[in-house]
């Protein structure tokens, strides 16, 4: 069972306690002698206790030494207890979240997370991303660790905390242990800590998120059901900023078959969430190829694709006389208004998608 630490590097610091002790011992210097022409003077002086002085320095001291201690530990960011050693049973899991966000978004904290690893070169452990339904679980040397780990790319996937905890419970079952997880993730980020089990070790390892705003496509909508050519709607747009600092004056663009349709600025507040509304029409039926694209530091959610496609026009086929019925669609493109005859209603004549 030992101690290891993420930036051991800072552990030299220690050395620096010797300075408040030299400070300590310099100060007891020896006693001189003064000669004074009239003791009278010294009856007014304040006479304390040597012993109370003594007390008083030596709290001081350890103050000194404690305070300087914690703050060197503290840079030095120890990650717990680990007991792997050659001949050691205990398999170990290593969980690690390499979400876009992570991998490409914030890739220096990223690979030097993988670094804070034990050094021993026996000890081995199951490592798994989000894609590990797809992966090999079998064990791995720490120096296969790093190297999987640093040349990982991002995974999609979406991986819920109830399946990682499963997985890790499955792996302790297999070895007739407890569940041994280290876990490494943006937990920032996420809506809750996940709710680990009674039985077990579980070590958190937060990543280090994106320290910028970072403003993305939430959700979409239209302003209504049906889009008719040479007609202007609204798209509604749901914007959240995911980042740590505020987003200011951030543009974002809808485009139409890239061409640039209108632009609207958002200043947003770390998870604010708002609705812009972006104007359009399309001018002829079909399909259209749209996008959003915003200018925030995070690059990787930048672009949000999507399709727009015009209601197909309905058919009025009349039979006979329309007298006033005609003046109902005469005015609407999106319907197409035609008489015709009782011989055309025959299913042979008609059109498919007609209504009669």
Do not use: C
Request: glycine residues 4%; neutral net charge; proline residues 6%.
């Amino acid at each position: 069972m030992n101690i290891h630490f993420a930036h051991p590097m800072y552990l030299w610091a220690l050395l620096g306690l010797a300075i408040p002790l030299w400070m300590h011992f310099y100060h007891k210097k020896a006693a001189k002698v003064l000669f004074y022409s009239d003791l009278s003077w010294l009856e007014k002086i304040h006479q304390e206790g040597k012993g109370l002085k003594q007390v008083q320095k030596i709290w001081l001291l350890i103050a000194r030494l404690l305070s300087l201690i914690f703050l060197i530990l503290g840079f030095a960011n120890p990650l717990g207890p680990m007991s792997i050693g050659q001949g050691s049973n205990t398999q170990l899991v290593l969980y690690v979240d390499n979400s876009p966000a992570q991998v490409i978004g914030a890739r220096k904290a990223y690979l030097e997370k993988s670094q804070s690893l034990p050094s021993s070169p026996n000890g081995q452990a199951q490592l798994f991303f989000n894609d590990f339904e797809s992966q090999d679980f079998e064990p791995k040397a720490w120096p296969q660790i790093r190297e999987q780990w640093n040349q990982r790319g991002p995974g999609m996937d979406l991986v819920k905390n109830a399946q990682v905890l499963a997985h890790a419970q499955q792996i302790a079952e297999e070895n007739n242990q407890d569940p041994l997880l280290y876990w490494f993730s943006d937990f920032s980020k996420n809506k809750a800590l996940p709710q680990f089990p009674s039985k077990g070790n579980y070590v958190i390892h937060p990543l280090k998120g994106i320290d910028s705003d970072n403003i993305y496509v939430d959700s979409l909508r239209l302003s209504t059901k049906f889009i008719r050519p040479n007609t202007s709607y609204e798209l509604i747009v749901r914007l959240k900023n995911g980042g740590t600092k505020s987003a200011k004056n951030r543009q974002m663009s809808l485009y139409l078959n890239d061409f640039k349709m209108a632009t609207q600025s958002v200043t947003l507040e770390p998870e604010e969430v708002t609705e812009l509304r972006f104007p359009f029409s399309l001018a002829k039926s079909g399909l259209y190829k749209a996008k959003l694209m915003s200018d925030d530091p995070v690059a990787f959610d930048n672009s949000f694709y999507f399709m727009l496609q015009s209601s197909a026009p309905r058919k009025i086929d009349v039979v006979g006389n329309p007298q006033n019925l005609e003046k109902v669609f005469e005015q609407e493109e999106f319907f197409e208004f035609k008489a015709i005859s009782a011989a055309e209603i025959l299913p042979s004549h008609l059109p498919d998608d007609a209504f009669a």
